[in-house]
């Protein structure tokens, strides 16, 4: 069981990039399935959500309004579009599944039993 996170790099203040979440091993239809990211020095926290059914969204206030979080068609992958980028976006940021599908709470790292691997962003000033 995994998941592959990807599409990390570097971008300028303003740009935009999209991370992709896949899972192989199992599916992942029903699972609610967030983003989390981690600063250097920092704390890993949230920073998107969906429900199991893809009817739900939920963003951390600093990106509300400039990140979008979705699901695939096939349910197994999750996206994480992030526009209007800042410098204190910059961060390694995780995907991660919940069996929960309601992301009830899907602001705590410990309710997720599925991890992916970390990508990259860096964003510059």
């Known amino acids: 069981v995994q998941l592959q996170a990807s599409g990390g790099g570097l971008v300028q203040a303003g740009g935009s990039l999209r991370l992709s979440c896949a899972a192989s091993g199992r599916t992942f239809r029903g699972y609610s399935m967030g983003w989390f990211r981690q600063a250097p020095g920092k704390e890993r926290t949230i920073v998107a959500a969906?429900?199991?059914?893809?009817?739900?969204?939920l963003y951390a206030d600093s990106v509300k309004g400039r990140f979008t979080i979705s699901r695939g068609n096939a349910q197994n992958t999750v996206y994480l579009q992030m526009s209007s980028l800042k410098p204190e976006d910059t961060a390694v940021y995780y995907c991660?599944?919940?069996?929960?599908?309601?992301?009830?709470?899907?602001?705590?790292?410990?309710?997720?039993?599925?991890w992916g691997q970390g990508t990259l962003v860096t964003v510059s000033s």
């Open positions: 991660a599944a919940d069996i929960d599908g309601s992301a009830q709470y899907y602001w705590l790292e410990a309710q997720y039993e599925y």
């Open positions: 969906i429900t199991g059914s893809g009817g739900r969204t």
